[in-house]
């Protein structure tokens, strides 16, 4: 019978103050928002990126173009998944040509997941720069990625799982470690 130990990392509070600290952070290493957008990854990555436009349009005054990537047919996991994969609308209604992007997800894992994000991105232009944003940096990093803009670095055993809850998606804000034995 396997046991399972939950503890919360991060509550709404300290995700709102860490999305804040990330809004600010963006816009110091950027100097503002001239040629910034904002992409948020498919599904945690979406719902933050909108939360940090939002952020910034109360610090400058503008708002920062923000679209939706889909990596589904980009994962390098595709013909191992045992589900049909169901993917759903990327949406960037704008130009990347030359533009300072800032890729937003809510976990950074393995890094894998930014490997397709970044391979997707190719194909709408030639970005300036590609910089990324994380909620959670849990570390066990197969390839050469880092984030930019961290909220929280929670060092983890592979046995355990991270689980974002955001409003939006799950009713409430909230970070997760659980270990099942």
Request: net charge positive; glycine share 8%; charged share 30%.
């Amino acid at each position: 019978m396997a046991i399972e130990q939950k503890k919360v990392v991060m509550d709404a509070d300290g995700i709102d103050r860490s999305l804040t600290r990330i809004a600010y952070e963006i816009l110091e290493k950027n100097k503002g928002v001239e040629n910034l957008v904002l992409i948020g990854i498919r599904t945690g990555g979406v719902y933050l990126a909108n939360r940090i436009q939002k952020k910034i349009a109360i610090i400058e005054k503008v708002n920062v173009p923000t679209g939706i990537l889909d990596i589904t047919f980009y994962r390098d996991d595709l013909a191992r998944a045992r589900k049909k994969p169901h993917p759903e609308k990327t949406d960037i209604p704008f130009g990347l040509e030359g533009r300072k992007v800032v890729l937003i997800d809510d976990v950074l894992f393995t890094g894998r997941t930014i490997r397709a994000a970044m391979d997707a991105l190719i194909d709408f232009g030639r970005p300036k720069l590609i910089q990324l944003a994380v909620l959670i940096d849990r570390g066990h990093r197969e390839l050469p990625i880092r984030a930019d803009f961290v909220g929280k670095n929670l060092p983890s055993s592979r046995d355990e799982q991270v689980s974002v809850s955001l409003t939006e998606k799950k009713g409430q804000d909230e970070v997760v470690i659980e270990r099942s034995f």
